[in-house]
């Protein structure tokens, strides 16, 4: 069974930064393309990341480009996304996601989910 646990979140001040973990279990993680999305209150489910297998490729949102930085560790069967100079249109749950492809397709909001971390930015 695929079980993703997501881990990090919590409430900063704008321009504060947070880095959020994903632990990976149940599949063989390094041959999947990994993604994290969010959903902020009263919105839809938003693709936010993608990470292709092997790490060496990865692809964002505009709003989050400069600012978010995704990674993977394989042989710790993690994925990780770095939040910088966070914004308060960044509040929202964030969800890791395992696709079903090594590469990475934009906007692909994965098969299987976490049960996310809440990000809360305010001043």
């Known amino acids: 069974e695929v079980q993703l646990v997501e881990s990090g979140g919590g409430l900063v001040q704008p321009g504060e930064s947070l880095r959020l973990s994903c632990e990976a279990s149940?599949?063989?993680?390094?041959?999947?393309?990994m993604t994290w999305v969010r959903q902020a209150p009263g919105k839809e489910l938003e693709w936010v990341s993608c990470?292709?297998?092997?790490?060496?490729?990865?692809f964002y949102t505009d709003s989050v480009k400069g600012r978010f930085t995704v990674s993977r560790d394989n042989a710790k069967n993690a994925l990780y996304l770095q939040l910088r100079l966070l914004k308060i249109e960044d509040t929202a749950i964030y969800y890791c996601?395992?696709?079903?492809?090594?590469?990475?397709?934009?906007?692909?909001?994965?098969?299987?989910r976490g049960q996310g971390t809440q990000v809360t930015v305010s001043s």
């Open positions: 996601a395992k696709t079903a492809n090594a590469w990475c397709f934009e906007g692909d909001r994965g098969e299987v």
């Open positions: 149940g599949f063989t993680f390094n041959r999947y393309a």
């Open positions: 990470i292709t297998w092997d790490g060496l490729s990865t």
